[in-house]
């Protein structure tokens, strides 16, 4: 691996340096791997955070539009689903349910449903990034430690591939 490092270490800043590097010039193994458990990690929530970024919309119109749909379709339901309604009731079930060819139960429930599992995703995704605290300093070297970082990086690709269909 062509990881390097920059670490103070006994009042002097090494800068860019391979852990053996680092090691030759007098480094502690202790400041060494510290040094390196944060640069994995820190590159692995980065690329955890890009995956979310990508799944959620990074719009505030359209970000504001689907918690209006899901506030709406959570009144539906706690409704009861009621039948005949005034359009301005529920704007946004009234106007989407017939353009998408379905009921605004269907709607209601579907949007119920897309918001519980992008909640799903986001809550793996902020445990995940809190595993690689764990994972990675617990890894015996610097290839475990990266092994251990794109496993749980893998993961979060993986749910949001799973999330996006």
């Known amino acids: 691996m062509d990881i390097t490092l ?3 270490h006994e009042g002097l ?3 860019a340096m391979t852990p053996e590097q680092l090691a030759e010039a007098g480094v502690s193994a202790e400041v060494i ?3 390196l ?3 994995i990690i820190r590159q692995a929530e980065q690329q955890i955070d890009a995956i979310a970024d990508h799944v959620y919309t990074t719009s505030p119109s359209r970000s504001a539009r689907y918690r209006r749909k899901l506030e709406e379709a959570i009144r539906y339901r706690d409704a009861g689903y009621p039948g005949n309604v005034p ?3 529920y704007p946004y079930l009234t106007a989407e349910a017939p353009a998408r060819g379905i009921t605004k139960r269907q709607l209601a429930d579907a949007i119920i449903a897309a918001a519980q599992a992008y909640d799903a995703f986001g809550a793996l995704a902020e445990a995940r990034r809190a595993q690689l605290k764990v994972d990675v300093p617990a890894a015996a070297d610097e290839a475990a430690k990266q092994a251990a970082a794109d496993a749980i990086v893998a993961e979060v690709h993986q749910a949001a591939a ?3 269909g």
């Open 6 to 8: 920059t670490v103070m």
């Open 13 to 15: 800043e090494h800068v």
């Open 33 to 35: 791997r510290q040094a």
């Open 37 to 39: 458990d944060e640069q």
């Open 87 to 89: 359009d301005a009731d």
């Open 162 to 164: 799973a999330l996006q």
